[in-house]
């Protein structure tokens, strides 16, 4: 699919005049390329292979293993007639799983390969561990979808972090940063971390600590510790620099990462990791360099000044975990594509920047309703991963929307997200026992304001944020109402 996305941005030129701009290292030249990629793709993908197997012998199914072996069940695999919905623990599917695809994705990308190739990289080796690895079981429909998307979308964006540490400077921390987000990258790189030449990509990183205190329903208070990681990389060379035009958006030049832990008298109650990635479209632009005078020989006397807007196509990768007072609230989304836009604008040392996405996703629910409603269906056939593990697989639409003011010593942040999920209601492994499937529906929405200020000068900033989250869970004709208000106090490292 990201190879056909690729295809079409190259496409999609329209005959536009760019302005000449000054050399910067683009994305894929960043790329260290291996003498023979297709060799240690293989065997890197191989050696993941065989610990996998070794752990899978050890600690998985203990279906029958003579029953994988037969025809007429390889036939049934092959047609798609056992192909369905597993039942397995609900992180090893929502976020294992999508972290083992990230790692197939980061082998190939590291080894020279574009993002259409380690995408296809990827899901060759979801499907060889569905197919040949899992032998005792039936091919698993969530892992073939969850692991080769959510994989794509999480190693492109760890990828792009890791390349920009790599070229953005020679320190000893960007050189550990580089190998832990994109080490086969790294290790390629001859020698280690080399600093290059020209315009490095634009990019926001930031490490925060902090303190929120939690109110659930407007009654129960939780205070925790707040730890995060963020980053912002745009490459594309012509983003924010003099010149008026349109340029073609090459895949991962627009990608984001982002991770937060919040944890209380020694437990964790909450985990986020969110990551994006524009695969093809356009940006167009109209800055123009801010001169300190009108002398013979002008100096700059800061960012370019102007305007530019982004459209394009997008994926999200969203894994939620939140400790409630009663309960689990677990989604893992894998936006499967979507319209991505952002509008940014500088002027007077004033920087606005605006951005939209939207995309149909695949997603795993823990039901909240469930948890009060399951007398009701005692005794029925339901959904297979509902009755034993409490969650189940959805489709829908996910939504982000931000809007931040940067004006140097000050900044303000308006943050909206939301999701809206329906149950699938096939391919559960007890599919033809299921009379009457229970229906599912669940919305989150989450509304965010904050502010920042630098009162020293250094890279330290220091926050306060206000976020109001509404979550709503339904199940046959009861549902259930939850709230939570997190008032968030933070200093942040940014760089």
Not at 47 to 55: H, K, N, R, S
Not at 175 to 197: E, K, M, Q, Y
Not at 428 to 453: E, N, S
Request: glycine share 12%; proline share 5%; charged share 15%.
């Amino acid at each position: 699919m990201l190879a056909w996305l690729a295809i079409a941005a190259a496409l999609w030129t329209g005959g536009v005049t760019i302005d000449p701009l000054p050399p910067i290292v683009p994305v894929e030249e960043n790329q260290p390329v291996a003498r023979r990629p297709y060799l240690y793709t293989t065997l890197e993908l191989g050696a993941v292979m065989v610990g996998g197997t070794i752990w899978y012998l050890r600690h998985g199914t203990d279906g029958s293993w003579e029953r994988g072996f037969q025809l007429h069940t390889w036939k049934r695999k092959i047609l798609g007639e056992d192909v369905d919905f597993d039942t397995d623990h609900y992180n090893t599917n929502a976020i294992g799983h999508p972290i083992d695809g990230a790692v197939y994705y980061q082998i190939a990308r590291g080894n020279g390969f574009g993002p259409g190739g380690s995408f296809i990289a990827s899901a060759l080796a979801s499907t060889f561990w569905e197919f040949f690895v899992e032998l005792p079981e039936h091919p698993s429909l969530n892992d073939l979808i969850l692991t080769p998307v959510g994989g794509a979308v999480i190693g492109e964006a760890t990828y792009q972090l890791g390349r920009y540490l790599a070229v953005s400077g020679s320190g000893g921390v960007r050189c550990a940063g580089s190998v832990v987000f994109a080490p086969i990258a790294a290790f390629n790189d001859r020698p280690l971390c080399r600093t290059r030449g020209g315009v490095i990509p634009t990019a926001q990183l930031e490490l925060s600590v902090g303190f929120n205190r939690a109110v659930f329903n407007g009654s129960f208070v939780r205070d925790e510790l707040a730890l995060s990681i963020g980053s912002d990389v745009v490459s594309q060379r012509a983003y924010q620099r003099p010149g008026s035009g349109a340029v073609v958006i090459r895949p991962g030049q627009w990608s984001s990462f982002y991770g937060d832990l919040r944890i209380s008298t020694n437990r964790l109650d909450g985990a986020w990791l969110t990551a994006r990635t524009v695969w093809a479209g356009r940006y167009a632009r109209s800055y123009h360099t801010v001169v300190a005078d009108e002398t013979d020989l002008p100096a700059p006397a800061g960012p370019a000044e102007g305007w530019g807007w982004m459209l394009g196509l997008g994926s999200s990768f969203d894994y939620r975990l939140r400790d409630l007072p009663r309960v689990h609230d677990r989604i893992a989304s894998a936006g499967i594509g979507g319209p991505a836009f952002e509008l940014s604008a500088r002027r007077a040392g004033a920087l606005v920047r605006a951005t939209f996405n939207a995309q149909y996703a695949f997603a795993i629910l823990g039901s909240i309703v469930y948890r009060t409603a399951y007398p009701e269906v005692i005794g029925e056939a339901i959904k297979s991963p509902l009755r034993d593990n409490g969650y189940y697989y959805a489709h829908g639409v996910v939504t982000a929307a931000t809007l931040a003011l940067d004006l140097g010593a000050v900044g303000f942040l308006a943050d909206g997200r939301g999701g809206w999920y329906w149950s699938i209601d096939a391919g559960d492994p007890a599919q033809t026992a299921i009379r009457d499937d229970v229906l599912l529906h669940d919305t989150r929405y989450y509304a965010t304001g904050a502010m920042w200020t630098r009162p020293v000068v250094g890279p330290f900033r220091f926050g306060l944020s206000y976020q109001h989250v509404w979550r709503t869970s339904t199940m046959l004709d009861r549902t259930v109402e939850a709230t939570e208000t997190d008032v968030l106090f933070s200093a942040a490292l940014t760089f």
